[in-house]
């Protein structure tokens, strides 16, 4: 129907006489998407007066800040130092990218998220094309309190992750609807595949999302009509390119990231926690018996002790080690008052390493001395050692189990409802150097530079109440209970339709909610895991399960509440019966 109608004319009339009559006829599709981007425009009107919240932490905000602006200024990552490879370098990468656009670093990446919305919403308009239940889901998303709260503001990796995670679980219902029909989408596969391939570069936890990818890749495989045009050459490189996409581009990314670590640090390593000769020395300290039995523990002071006496070459590295004593986090955190825990010990190793060596070929060297060291002091018995475990983190011991169930029902908490703190107003710079604060400016676009000292303690303060405050709190208190019902129905409805198989095929949305529940399953378990030996993990590594759990179960709910008025309404939609 066109937008502008014009009344016929009659052949018997004058055209001087005959009016014209214009009559605008929007159609419902254009006003459906006109309402989209309105709310688009509100959601970046209710933050327009934030800016970001400058924190110095140089294995978090500031490091991902220090990378980013020497990658502007010099196509490195600054000089070596201890913290430069402790994290992966996906996000740095972003945040120099992102100053390209001429835009600041909070409005790129709400300018990300939106654009991952509104890609997931065309996907499943495709599926459910009740608009108002469209817009109503959309406006949860944009509205949700994690884009207000004051992680949101913060250079972490937590929002760009989240956006990501967005378009792959768009990319895949888009793949997923094709694919009802006997098609490959190869758009949508390239969407998946780049997605997938930066968000291995982005997190350590990343690697989970190769779940999600091996089931779609399963689900294409088990197409009889695709798997029969095999048979012919064309048919067989064809599907044999468009399952290998995503696992290519992370080939390219991984290979290029870590080219770029080897030309500038010679060292072939793009995560140097988790990589090359630190972890092993990890495991062989753990190896040393110790008199200290404690989960949160793996580098004992009695440990260290025994390794200075037995291995002289560790000395300088221990004595450079601060020592643990009351008031550190250790102690008023987990009541070790006398150790440091795992998360801490880790990164003092590897400082007092660099101090002593001074390099990333050298350090990588020292470590592994050390290791042989305390090996060959092992094997002569100057050391007491049990068996050397095989990863960073040691294998699950059934002595754990209460504390992998307590870990597990937090994390169920922290998924359902996530403790949310909004910024009372723009936030002041917490206790950032002087040129710590040029790299925040230059990279964020945000020239606020008001900053704290550590004597003005709580003068601390936002020093400008947002306009939109009052609002985000009440936004906020609503999501506190909306947000956890709307969870924890739709889960319920789901797992009941999923147990009901009534012999109808799987649609591709139920598809979807199946990959999302086996992924948020594992990533569960994968992080109480890690918990053990961490302690009760950030919040933020649970946004992505929270903000797509509130993007498709509504969508069960609504679905479930269209079966039950169906024997009396039939105009109503229902996603598992089109």
């Excluded at 100057?382 to 504390?403: I, N, Q, Y």
């Amino acid at each position: 129907m066109p937008l502008i109608e014009t009344q016929p004319q009659s052949p018997t009339q004058s055209p001087k006489k005959m009016p014209l009559t214009l009559n605008f006829r929007v159609s419902n599709e254009v006003w459906f998407w006109v309402t989209i981007f309105v709310l688009i425009g509100f959601r970046f009107l209710l933050t327009w007066d934030m800016e970001v919240y400058k924190k110095f932490l140089i294995h978090d905000d500031a490091l991902y800040i220090s990378r980013a602006f020497h990658l502007l200024m010099d196509g490195t990552f600054g000089a070596y130092s201890n913290p430069i490879l402790v994290k992966l370098p996906g996000f740095s990468f972003f945040l120099a990218a992102q100053t390209l656009t001429g835009l600041s670093y909070l409005e790129n990446i709400l300018l990300l998220y939106c654009c991952a919305g509104v890609y997931f919403l065309s996907a499943i308009k495709r599926e459910i094309p009740n608009k108002p239940l469209l817009i109503i889901v959309f406006t949860l998303y944009l509205l949700n309190p994690i884009t207000l709260s004051i992680e949101w503001y913060r250079i972490i990796r937590a929002p760009l992750s989240i956006s990501l995670f967005i378009f792959i679980l768009g990319a895949i219902l888009f793949i997923l609807q094709e694919l009802h029909k006997d098609k490959l989408s190869f758009i949508h596969m390239g969407v998946l595949s780049v997605a997938f391939a930066f968000g291995l570069l982005v997190r350590e936890d990343g690697v989970l999302l190769y779940l999600p990818v091996f089931i779609l890749m399963c689900l294409v495989i088990s197409n009889g009509k695709i798997r029969h045009s095999v048979k012919s050459l064309s048919g067989a490189i064809r599907l044999l390119t468009f399952i290998l996409l995503p696992f290519i581009l992370t080939w390219i990314g991984n290979t290029s990231a870590r080219s770029f670590s080897e030309k500038h640090y010679g060292l072939r390593l793009i995560h140097d926690l988790t990589e090359g000769e630190f972890p092993k020395l990890i495991r062989v300290i753990r190896s040393v018996e110790s008199k200290r039995d404690n989960r949160y523990v793996w580098v004992s002071q009695d440990r260290l002790a025994s390794i200075r006496t037995a291995v002289p070459e560790a000395a300088p590295m221990i004595d450079r080690l601060p020592r643990p004593g009351p008031g550190t986090y250790p102690c008023t955190r987990f009541g070790l008052c006398t150790e440091w825990n795992n998360g801490h010990m880790v990164f003092w190793i590897k400082g007092a390493v660099f101090e002593e060596t001074l390099g990333p070929t050298q350090s990588q060297a020292y470590f592994r001395q050390l290791s042989t060291a305390i090996l060959a002091a092992c094997q002569t018995g100057k050391l007491t050692c049990g068996k050397l475990d095989s990863g960073f983190f040691p294998p699950f011991e059934f002595r754990w189990t209460r504390a992998l169930a307590q870990e597990a029902i937090r994390a169920v908490g922290s998924i359902f409802k996530p403790t949310l703190i909004l910024p009372e107003g723009r936030p002041r710079t917490e206790h950032v150097p002087k040129d710590y604060l040029r790299m925040f400016q230059v990279i964020t676009s945000d020239t606020h530079a008001d900053n704290c000292t550590p004597a003005m303690g709580p003068a601390c303060l936002p020093i400008q109440q947002s306009v939109f405050g009052p609002f985000k709190k009440i936004l906020t208190s609503a999501f506190e209970i909306l947000g956890p019902a709307l969870l924890i129905l739709g889960l319920c409805i789901f797992l009941f339709r999923l147990a009901w198989y009534d012999g109808q095929p799987i649609t591709p949305l139920k598809w979807l909610t199946i990959i999302l529940v086996a992924f948020s399953l594992t990533r569960w378990a994968a992080l109480s895991y890690v918990a053990i030996y961490m302690g009760d993990l950030d919040e933020r590594m649970y946004y992505s399960l929270y903000i797509s759990g509130l993007l498709i179960f509504p969508f069960w709910i609504a679905g479930e509440f269209g079966a039950w008025r169906r024997p009396y309404h039939s105009n109503n939609f229902n996603f598992e019966h089109p």
